[in-house]
C-alpha cells in the first residue's frame, strides 16, 4: 500500500538548518542503519535526427560524405546511451561530492537504464516526440535516505545524452520529469508514485 502524503505542520522546519538559521549537515549517528532503495526517472525530449542516431547501430567504417558534420561528430563520440549510463552510476556514487549536504553512503548497487522512446502526441495538434527515458535505482544499508543518489543519477545520465547529441539536436532537446518513483527503508516509511 502507498505510503499516505506527509502533513506539513506550521512548525515544520528545514532539516539542514540549525537551531539559528545555520547551514548544518543533519546528525545521523543515533539512527539505525537500515536497508534503503530509491528509483528516479526523468526524460530527455530529441530531434528526429538525435532519435535516429541512438536507436542505429555505429558503423564501423567512415560515416558517408553526404552524412552532415555535425552527424559524423556525435557518431565519433560514440555510443551516447552506453556512455551516460556509466556517467549516471559515476554520478550516483558521487552525490555528496556534488550535494554539499548529503552524506557519503556506501552505495551497494546502482541500475542506470535509458530506453529510447517516442511519447505519443495524444492529439492531432501534438506531434509524437522521440525521447530517452531514464530510470536508475539506487540501493544501500545506511541510515539516511537514498532519493538524493537516485536524482542525481537520472540528471548526470541525460545530461550526458545531452553532451553527447548536442552537436545534431542543439537547443532543441529538453530534459524534463526527474522525480523519485519509489523510495523503501528508513523511519518515514515506503513510498511509491502514482502517477
Not at 542516431?53 to 560514440?78: C, D, N
Request: net charge positive; charged share 25%; aromatic share 4%.
Amino acid at each position: 500500500m502507498p505510503a499516505r502524503p506527509r502533513a506539513y505542520s506550521s512548525r515544520a522546519q528545514l532539516t539542514h538548518l540549525d537551531e539559528r538559521g545555520r547551514v548544518s549537515m543533519v546528525e545521523v549517528s543515533e539512527k539505525e542503519p537500515t536497508k534503503r532503495s530509491a528509483t528516479a526517472t526523468g526524460r530527455i525530449y530529441l530531434n528526429d535526427v538525435a532519435y535516429r542516431l541512438i536507436t542505429s547501430t555505429y558503423p564501423e567504417q567512415k560515416a558517408p560524405y553526404s552524412e552532415s558534420e555535425a552527424v559524423q561528430k556525435a557518431r565519433r563520440k560514440g555510443d551516447a546511451l552506453t556512455v551516460a549510463q556509466l556517467a549516471g552510476i559515476m554520478g550516483a556514487k558521487k552525490t555528496a561530492d556534488l550535494i554539499p549536504l548529503c552524506h557519503p553512503l556506501a552505495l551497494t548497487r546502482v541500475d542506470v537504464q535509458l530506453i529510447p522512446e517516442v511519447v505519443p502526441g495524444g492529439s492531432a495538434h501534438l506531434k509524437d516526440r522521440p525521447s530517452v527515458l531514464c530510470a536508475a535505482t539506487v540501493t544501500c544499508e545506511g541510515k539516511t535516505g537514498i532519493e538524493m543518489e537516485a536524482l542525481t543519477a537520472v540528471s548526470i545520465s541525460l545530461l550526458s545524452v545531452w553532451d553527447m547529441l548536442k552537436a545534431v539536436a542543439g537547443k532543441e532537446m529538453e530534459i524534463s520529469e526527474i522525480v523519485v518513483r519509489v523510495k523503501t527503508g528508513g523511519k518515514n516509511g515506503d513510498f511509491s508514485r502514482t502517477q
